[in-house]
Nanobody, 127 residues
Framework: QVQLVESGGGLVQAGGSLRLSCAAS????????MGWFRQAPRKEREFVAA????????YYADSVKGRFTISRDNVKNTVYLQMTSLKPEDTAVYYC????????????????????WGQGTQVTVSS
């Protein structure tokens, strides 16, 4: 069982930066691949970025590639999403999630492949 709590959201002007954090409970965090998703009003939840359980592999949605960086600290049980060059279209509730299974090979990009979710943190980018 993994419990996740996001923080770091807020209001920022276009071109600005934010760093989201996701703190996980439990001693098994380091064995789960982790992902960030976002959901804007009236839109489906969409994949943003993911990182393997070891931290050795990462994957990004095309819309954020080159602007966002996902990382993890398995000692602090935390995964991060550094967001730079923010755009108004990045406005959404951001969720972190842990994969359905431990020691997963590869990286998953669809919500159904993640079994544990945080409550979300709002990111608003003004133009």
């Amino acid at each position: 069982q993994v419990q996740l709590v996001e923080s770091g959201g807020g209001l920022v002007q276009a071109g600005g930066s934010l760093r989201l954090s996701c703190a996980a409970s439990g001693r098994t965090f380091s064995s789960y691949a982790m992902g960030w998703f976002r959901q804007a009003p009236r839109k489906e939840r969409e994949f943003v970025a993911a990182i393997s359980w070891s931290g050795g592999s990462t994957y990004y949605a095309d819309s954020v590639k080159g602007r966002f960086t996902i990382s993890r600290d398995n000692v602090k049980n935390t995964v991060y999403l550094q967001m730079t060059s923010l755009k108004p279209e990045d406005t959404a509730v951001y969720y972190c999630a842990a994969d359905n299974s431990r020691w997963t090979r590869g990286i998953h990009t669809t919500p159904l492949e993640y079994g544990y979710w945080g409550q979300g943190t709002q990111v608003t980018v003004s133009s």
